[in-house]
């Protein structure tokens, strides 16, 4: 910190020479700026134009093609916007939308607990703070059609990385052969 050199005493403005001045911002501002910009950015970056790579192997393909999301959206009600890394690729983001509040109710349930799991069989939690619990939307009041939910999923070591296959299970359901933007 600063001092000041009691400059303002002279002129009646009260300066101390004891006491460290206030006058500049605290230490840690830059550092909140940069952890507020890690969570803004990445919901700033999912558009409606973003397309996800979501393909089923639950289904049978049809004449020789992967089933393609509509097969996800019609069986889960759930349309995947998104798997991106954030915080540096420490963190998964993963962005979808229900379309159906019935079939997609188990995606905001707080007792199933979500993970992914690499084509390597690494096995990925939802990241968890101590204060604030699971980082993954919950259901508070009725489903909206019209939002955007989002579930953070925990990346220690990088070991997911742009291009990596996963598949997002929750419960009894698999989405598999998810692509990581």
């Not at 002129?11 to 969570?39: D, H, K, N, Q, Y």
């Not at 759930?78 to 954030?86: C, D, Q, T, Y």
């Not at 939002?147 to 990346?155: I, V």
Request: aromatic share 6%; glycine share 12%; hydrophobic share 40%.
């Amino acid at each position: 910190m600063k001092r000041h050199d009691n400059n303002g005493a002279a002129e009646g403005r009260g300066g101390c020479p004891v006491r460290p001045c206030r006058r500049s911002a605290p230490a840690g501002w830059p550092g909140m700026l940069i952890l507020a910009l890690a969570f803004a950015l990445p919901s700033l970056a999912v558009g409606a134009s973003a397309k996800s790579r979501v393909t089923s192997a639950v289904a049978k393909p049809v004449a020789g093609k992967a089933v393609d999301e509509q097969s996800v959206e019609e069986r889960l009600g759930v349309h995947i916007r998104g798997v991106r890394l954030s915080a540096a690729g420490f963190m998964v983001d993963l962005r979808y939308r229900i379309l159906d509040a019935d079939k997609a109710a188990f995606f905001l349930d707080r007792k199933i607990v979500p993970y992914l799991l690499d084509s390597a069989g690494a096995r990925l939690g939802v990241a968890s703070s101590p204060k604030i619990g699971q980082l993954r939307s919950t259901q508070r009041g009725g489903i909206r059609l019209d939002r955007d939910y989002s579930m953070l999923f925990g990346n220690p070591g990088r070991y997911l990385q742009q291009g990596s296959k996963i598949t997002l299970v929750i419960g009894e359901h698999k989405i598999e052969n998810i692509s990581v933007e």
